[in-house]
């Protein structure tokens, strides 16, 4: 792997929220890959939820930042931009507390 792979992995690793719920979420998403079988393609993969907001500016102008969500192939990653989350949640408890 080359340096600036490892240096894409170790940002997003240091830009997971640590959020009790978040945590829940990604196991959720990780438990979809799973049943996609996409870990049998691709065993390598690996699932980062990320809060940008403490991002620098190399990993915010770089191929690994969203405002939702992506994959990439080298390395095999997902990417989810855990503001996209918060933004899909607020839209459907809204619906949840609407008198419809």
Request: glycine share 2%; with cysteine; aromatic share 10%.
């Amino acid at each position: 792997m080359n340096d600036a792979r490892i240096n894409i992995i170790s940002s997003l690793e240091a830009l997971r929220p640590k959020d009790a719920v978040l945590e829940e979420v990604y196991a959720k998403c990780w438990q979809a890959l799973r049943s996609l079988d996409l870990l049998d393609k691709e065993p390598a993969l690996r699932l980062f939820l990320v809060d940008f907001a403490g991002a620098g500016d190399d990993i915010m102008s770089s191929i690994a930042f969203t405002d939702s969500a992506k994959a990439l192939f080298r390395p095999a990653i997902v990417i989810v931009n855990w503001q996209f989350l918060v933004s899909l949640e607020a839209a459907f408890r809204s619906f949840d507390l609407s008198p419809i």
